[in-house]
């Protein structure tokens, strides 16, 4: 089975929110929330993809300096495996957009228990819950 390495990020405001993005009509899970980020590159490292996904999807500049590993995943679906690496970041430029298509929503970590996710984001949503107290 092939494995897929992909980058997130919980981007995090002075609220303790974090921004979740819904998987649009045509994708995989459609409807589903998901934490931004995208699959890393040939040659690319981790942190290098996230902040080129962030600005494709969010039109934001992240430092990578800024976002600081949390956690990771690693989940079997039907056709691939998904090793996915969740960073946090609180400190980004511009105001983050739909650039996909995609509804944003900004969430508390604890209401994210009620909100339909893929199976691989679910486990992420306890170690933010540790992370911002």
Known sequence: MKTVLVSAVALIDLDGRVLLAQRPEGKAMAGMWEFPGGKVEPGETAEAAL?????????????????????????????????????????????????????????????????????????????LMDHLG
């Open 51 to 127: 902040t080129r996904e962030i600005r494709e999807e969010l039109g934001v500049e992240i430092c990578e300096r800024c976002a600081s590993p949390l956690t990771f995943v690693s989940h079997a679906y039907e056709h691939f495996h998904l090793l996915m690496l969740l960073y946090v970041c609180r400190k980004w430029e511009g105001i983050p957009q739909s650039l996909e298509g995609q509804a944003l929503t900004w969430k508390h970590p604890r209401e994210m228990v009620q909100m339909p996710m893929p199976p691989a984001d679910v486990p992420l949503i306890a170690a």
